[in-house]
């Protein structure tokens, strides 16, 4: 598959940089690992368009399944701002396209037909999010947004066809409660809003929407 050069660009220096840190932070700055886990709702396509040859469709929005989410994350907070951190996490699901009815638009006039329902897994890598949190003891709330860079592919069974939207930029952000049980195991939950848009792309009739996805998480974190 191929990757804007920019995104490349842009994910391999979030890495590079997280790298640095990690592995020349002092001895006493906080780092942590997580893995997490939960459930992906209120998902949808919206404003879906057709591209390519008969580009120019428009469809009514679609809705999504809600579907079980896992993952992982690495993360420091700067020692010299204990309140501010960076982080790089991945997470996947599998949000399917419902059976459902929908609108087709052609030159101002609209017919209604049932779509299947239709196989959707989308993967979402953060290089970087920003994260502040706020210390009160052992609970620490926090927040923190970035830059996404979603992955999605579509899956129709009854044709057997599949079509892939890869490495598409987004909105990454999170809302969440950690309780630090001790110095090192904490536990947190945590609410995170994605959106992006995906692009189903055909020489003949592609597809153009915009996802998001509500999706609550929780799990745990070894600090370092």
């Not at 997470?91 to 299947?116: D, E, N």
Request: charged content about 15%; glycine content about 12%.
């Amino acid at each position: 598959m191929k990757y804007p050069k920019s995104f490349a660009r842009w994910g391999g220096v979030a890495m590079g940089l997280l790298v640095l840190v990690f592995f020349n932070r002092p001895v006493h700055a906080e780092w942590y690992v997580a893995g997490q886990g939960g459930v992906s709702f209120s998902n949808s396509f919206n404003n879906p368009e057709s591209t390519g040859a008969f580009g120019g469709i428009h469809f009514s929005d679609l809705d999504l399944h809600k579907a079980p989410v896992y993952g992982g994350k690495v993360g420091y907070y700067f020692d010299s701002l204990k309140w501010l951190g960076l982080e790089m996490e991945a997470f996947s699901s599998t949000p399917h396209l419902k059976q459902q009815t929908w609108t087709v638009t052609v030159a101002g006039m609209s017919a209604s037909a049932i779509l299947p329902g239709q196989d959707l897994r989308v993967t979402n890598w953060s290089p970087i999010n920003v994260v502040v949190r706020y210390q009160m003891g052992p609970i620490e709330p926090y927040g923190g947004v970035g830059l996404g860079v979603f992955f999605a592919r579509i899956h129709d069974g009854e044709t057997n066809t599949s079509a892939t939207s890869n490495a598409r930029p987004g909105l990454n952000t999170q809302v969440g409660i950690r309780w630090r049980i001790t110095n090192h195991l904490s536990l947190f939950g945590e609410w995170k809003y994605n959106r992006a848009t995906f692009h189903f792309q055909d020489p003949t009739l592609g597809i153009k929407a915009d996802y998001s996805a509500h999706i609550g998480v929780g799990g745990l974190a070894w600090h370092f």
